[in-house]
């Protein structure tokens, strides 16, 4: 995620390469043909969703990409980005939905190229990653089919990566302040005057001290794993596999955005996998119950982890919400659409404080639990 990002410095460090550059670009790098090109929405890269067409007796491959143009200050670190792209083609090879790179001319995945026409000699990153079809999760009515499918896709992801992945490149990961990562929840302190003085501030406080004092002991009790660190409702894109109008059954078609890839623990990406499909739901405090049993199917938590999961939740509301009011706050701009989203997580947070960590813990294990013992609904 990069709302968290400062939106005055964002001008500066953006491509912004138009249609032709494009065209240009995917034909010197990569030797391929742009039949067809439209841009992706992006906050700080920029995407570009493209249909190549092959004369006869060129290389075989697939005929829809995704061109990703990383940000000039991020594509400063090569290795972090290198780590991320190694990590998807591992996954793609042991049979999760991922993309993979086209490889340049050279043979490389990835390739840092001057671009734009702003000033000073910018240079991007760039990849041509294969295109997954399917629907975000955002745009599905979901159901706790797809809430369980998430939930232990999540514990598989982590999992493999932590357990087999091995590249020179993976130290990188190991990112100290990275302020999306949920170890540092007591970092949004530099962040919080965005909010005010309101409601809204009291609990992100609330969340913030009792994160200290509560989890941030407990982590050497944890167990760590490489996380993926941002299992969103648009990162997350599924296809249906029934033809039930009334109850479809869905499968995860694609895993999208590694960007937030961390050393972090197992018991943060199911916390995070929670959120974000709270905010799709339409009984929210349901819906952890249903990711939990899902991951747990896979790697059931310990307690001190369980113990951890209503702070941890509440940590990674507290983020996304106090950083979109960040940068609606230093980039106008962009306020509608951040406050919309913010409109929902708020409400789901303060419901969550209200209603109480008991009672919401309660609701979730005992669904979890019934699925472990084969009697949920």
């Not at 940000?71 to 980005?81: K, M, W």
């Not at 302040?177 to 005057?193: C, E, M, S, T």
């Not at 009790?221 to 648009?234: E, K, P, V, W």
């Amino acid at each position: 995620m990069s709302s968290g990002n400062d939106c005055q410095a964002q001008p500066s460090t953006k491509p912004a390469l138009g249609e032709k550059e494009v065209t240009e670009l995917v034909d010197r790098v990569f030797g391929l043909r742009v039949s067809w090109v439209r841009p992706l929405p992006s906050y700080d890269d920029q995407n570009f969703h493209l249909r190549v067409s092959r004369s006869k007796g060129a290389a075989e491959g697939a005929d829809e990409y995704v061109l990703k143009i990383t940000n000039s200050e991020d594509s400063q670190e090569p290795d972090l980005i290198e780590a991320q792209t190694r990590a998807m083609m591992f996954l793609s090879a042991e049979g999760f939905p991922s993309a993979t790179p086209y490889l340049t001319k050279d043979g490389n995945i990835m390739a840092l190229e001057a671009g734009g026409t702003g000033p000073g000699n910018k240079k991007y990153m760039v990849r041509l990653l294969t295109y997954l079809p399917g629907t975000p999760v955002a745009k599905i009515a979901t159901n706790a089919q797809i809430f369980y499918e998430i939930g232990k896709l999540a514990a598989s992801l982590d999992k493999a990566l932590s357990e087999k992945f091995h590249h020179p490149s993976v130290k990188s990961l190991h990112r100290g302040q990275f302020i999306w990562n949920l170890a540092n929840v007591p970092l949004l302190d530099q962040y919080i005057d965005a909010l005010g003085q309101n409601k809204y501030r009291e609990v992100v406080e609330q969340v913030i001290e009792q994160f200290k004092v509560k989890v941030i002991p407990k982590l050497s009790s944890f167990r760590a794993c490489i996380n993926h660190g941002d299992l969103n409702d648009h990162n997350i894109l599924v296809d249906s596999r029934s033809a039930s109008l009334e109850n479809p059954q869905y499968r995860v078609s694609g895993i999208l955005d590694f960007s937030d890839m961390s050393y972090g623990y197992y018991v943060f990406e199911v916390a995070i996998a929670i959120m974000y499909m709270m905010i799709e739901s339409a009984d929210p405090l349901r819906v952890g119950g249903h990711v939990l049993a899902g991951f747990e199917s896979v790697l059931p938590l310990t307690a001190a982890e369980r113990a951890a999961l209503f702070l941890l939740v509440s940590g990674r509301f507290s983020q996304s919400l106090v950083l979109a009011a960040h940068t609606a706050r230093r980039c106008p701009e962009n306020t509608e659409y951040l406050m919309i989203t913010a409109k929902t997580g708020w409400k789901h947070l303060m419901k969550m404080f209200e209603v109480g960590q008991e009672a919401v813990e309660k609701g979730w294990f005992e669904t979890a639990d019934a699925y472990a013992r084969g009697s949920a609904a």
